[in-house]
C-alpha cells in the first residue's frame, strides 16, 4: 500500500525559504512520477512541480519557476520541495502525489496523495 507522508510546512516571512519533503513507503517508484501540488482556501488544487523519482522530466509552473526545486532523495525514499523567494501567494496546503509514468499537470493522472502540509508566507 503506497504512503505518501509530507512534512516541513510551517510560517515564513515573505522572501523567506522553506524545505518540504515527502516520505514514499510501499512500493519501489523507480517508474513513478512525482508531484507536488497545491490547494488554497477557496481554490482548485494547482500543480507546483514534477519528476520522473528516477531523474529528469522535471516540470514547474510558471508561477514557481527559478524559485522552487524538485528533488528526490533515494536513500530516503524521499521527495523534495526546496521553496525560495516565498510570496505571499505561494500560501496553501502542499499536497504530494505520486502516480505510475511521466509527471502530469493534471491532478486527475495522480492515483496516490499525501495528507497534505501547510505553507503560509506573511507579508
Known amino acids: 500500500q503506497v504512503q505518501l507522508v509530507e512534512s516541513g510546512g510551517g510560517l515564513v516571512q515573505a522572501g523567506g525559504s522553506l524545505r518540504l519533503s515527502c516520505a514514499a513507503s510501499g512500493r519501489t517508484f523507480s517508474n513513478y512520477a512525482m508531484g507536488w501540488f497545491r490547494q488554497a482556501p477557496g481554490k482548485e488544487r494547482e500543480f507546483v512541480a514534477g519528476m520522473r523519482w528516477s531523474g529528469g522530466s522535471t516540470r514547474y509552473a510558471d508561477s514557481v519557476k527559478g524559485r522552487f526545486t524538485i528533488s528526490t532523495d533515494n536513500a530516503k525514499n524521499t521527495v523534495i520541495l526546496q521553496m525560495n523567494s516565498l510570496k505571499v501567494e505561494d500560501t496553501a496546503v502542499y499536497y504530494c502525489?505520486?502516480?505510475?509514468?511521466?509527471?502530469?499537470?493534471?491532478?486527475?493522472?495522480?492515483?496516490?496523495w499525501g495528507q497534505g502540509t501547510q505553507v503560509t508566507v506573511s507579508s
Open positions: 502525489a505520486a502516480d505510475v509514468g511521466w509527471p502530469s499537470y493534471d491532478k486527475r493522472e495522480y492515483d496516490y
